[in-house]
């Protein structure tokens, strides 16, 4: 079945002679955010550039410019005989206290979950002193990997205390774990966060379809309820080349 490509009139993509800023990086521009809103959906094919560019009143060059930046950032890719595809949107995720299922589905990016388990297991020390209980304490553990546009995003680690909320592994599936504790009538309200990054394991890599060793995010959250106590220890691992976080720096 052939993919589906895209119209340059249905994304209503133009660019301003006067303005300062370079043509095509205006055309760059609104090709990425018609990728990030998912007018562009991965998969699709951008069309022919001549035509993109007799369309527009723009000259191939500028075009191929316009396109090329966002083959260097991955989001499409040049396949011959093919055109010109969207490959991906990489997930641009604030650094603050949310989850990936809805940080996923406020920006389109249609989330879906698949539990890998979903078991009860004693707390060793490290996830004992993340959440402030004994060593060897029971705990829920709960591995899923989660998708966006179908396509694998992150392998996510919970140790959740017992009593906490009911981990059903149906409503894991359709839902985001900080959604269902909500629901539960418990108020998340703050969390204390590592990122770093690191190279993926070989059984990293095969669930994130990625190859062994390639380059993978990853945080570490425990997440405390308004009365102080530790509701969850997350350690989670992203695909460096869908993923990204964003901070906001302010000089002091």
């Known amino acids: 079945m052939p993919e589906p490509t895209a119209d340059p009139a249905a994304l209503e993509l133009g660019v301003d002679r006067t303005s300062p800023v370079p043509l095509y990086y205006q055309l760059a521009q609104q090709l990425e955010a018609a990728i990030a809103q998912g007018r562009l959906a991965p998969g699709s094919l951008l069309g022919n550039e001549i035509e993109l560019a007799a369309r527009l009143g723009l000259s191939r060059p500028t075009v191929r410019q316009a396109i090329q930046s966002l083959v260097d950032k991955g989001l499409m890719v040049r396949r011959r005989g093919v055109g010109t595809q969207v490959v991906h949107s990489r997930v641009r995720r604030p650094l603050e206290l949310s989850s990936l299922y809805d ?16 078991t009860v297991e004693p707390a060793g020390a490290d996830i004992a002193d993340a959440l402030g209980i004994e060593a060897g304490t029971d705990v829920h553990l709960v591995e899923r990997l989660r998708y966006a546009h179908d396509e694998p995003l992150a392998l996510l680690r919970n140790h959740v205390p017992l009593g906490i909320v009911d981990l059903d592994t149906a409503r894991l599936e359709t839902t985001g774990l900080y959604r269902m504790m909500r629901g539960a009538g418990i ?66």
């Open 187 to 252: 108020t998340l309200h703050s969390a204390r966060q590592t990122v770093g990054a690191r190279l993926a394991t070989a059984e990293e890599a095969a669930g994130l379809a990625e190859t062994e060793g390639a380059a993978v995010l990853t945080m570490e959250r425990t997440t405390f309820d308004d009365t102080g106590r530790a509701v969850e220890f997350g350690s989670h691992v992203y695909r460096a080349s869908r993923y990204f976080f964003e901070f906001q720096l302010l000089v002091r």
């Open 103 to 118: 940080d996923l589905e406020a920006a389109g990016g249609h989330p879906t979950t698949r539990v890998l388990r979903n």
